[in-house]
């Protein structure tokens, strides 16, 4: 069973709608995180949480806000979409936010984004 | 991103050896991460280095040199199903924060 659940596996979206990309994990992990890929380049950091508090942020539009409603939820809502914003959107959790332990990441199966 | 290069593309015969490249020039280092990344699928943890020197960990080994800003990954007796994309992290201190090469996609011919 996957251990990290994303939902859902593809969306296909207008131009200036909005969306919330579900991530939910059950490893017992305290840090989860948002990357973004898009084809033909590296994956992208967007987010990091640790104990449902920030950490860092490197995604430069306000668009893209993170949701962390329980400690094992972490959330993407994304307004105003626009057709570059389609890629797939990885959810990730590592044990703990600090340490040695970010570099082990468990990566779920992603949410696949198209914007028309 | 963040400085961190790998070639895009490398091929090998099975039952041999690959070697994945790695160079990274980060304004700081604290750690180093392979993963592996199959098409359409997520990112799979492989290994962690942040000592000088290599890791043996049987099919997969790495390498670091910190004063190079290098790393490679060496997969050995090859297998068909180790063709996949073979990404490079690096955890620069004071960010919780792992920057990603953008791939070196290896294919493994009979």
Request: charged content about 15%; some cysteine; overall charge neutral.
């Amino acid at each position: 069973d996957p251990k990290i659940i994303q939902k859902p596996k593809y969306l296909v979206a207008v131009t200036g709608s909005e969306k919330i990309l579900i991530c939910e994990q059950y490893l017992g992990h305290n840090a989860m995180y948002w990357y973004r890929q898009s084809a033909k380049k590296p994956l992208e950091f967007m987010f990091s949480y640790s104990y449902q508090k920030l950490m860092d942020n490197q995604t430069a539009s306000s668009r893209f806000q993170p949701q962390s409603s329980k400690k094992n939820h972490l959330d993407l809502q994304i307004t105003a979409l626009k057709p570059d914003d389609s890629a797939t959107y990885f959810c990730a959790s590592s044990q703990d936010g600090w340490g040695s332990s970010q570099n082990t990441l468990y990566f779920g199966a992603g949410t696949r984004l198209s914007v028309l | 991103g963040q400085g961190v290069e790998q070639p895009d593309n490398l091929m090998s015969v099975e039952g041999t050896f690959a070697r994945v490249n790695c160079t990274y020039s980060t304004s700081g280092f604290n750690g180093l991460s392979w993963y592996q990344q199959r098409e359409g699928h997520a990112p799979v943890f492989l290994s962690y280095v942040v000592l000088d020197g290599l890791k043996d960990s049987g099919h997969f080994s790495t390498f670091l040199s910190r004063s190079n800003g290098y790393s490679y990954l060496l997969l050995t007796e090859l297998q068909i199903k180790d063709s996949a994309s073979y990404l490079c992290a690096v955890r620069e201190p004071n960010y919780n924060v792992l920057y990603f090469g953008s791939g070196t996609k290896l294919t493994v011919e009979p």
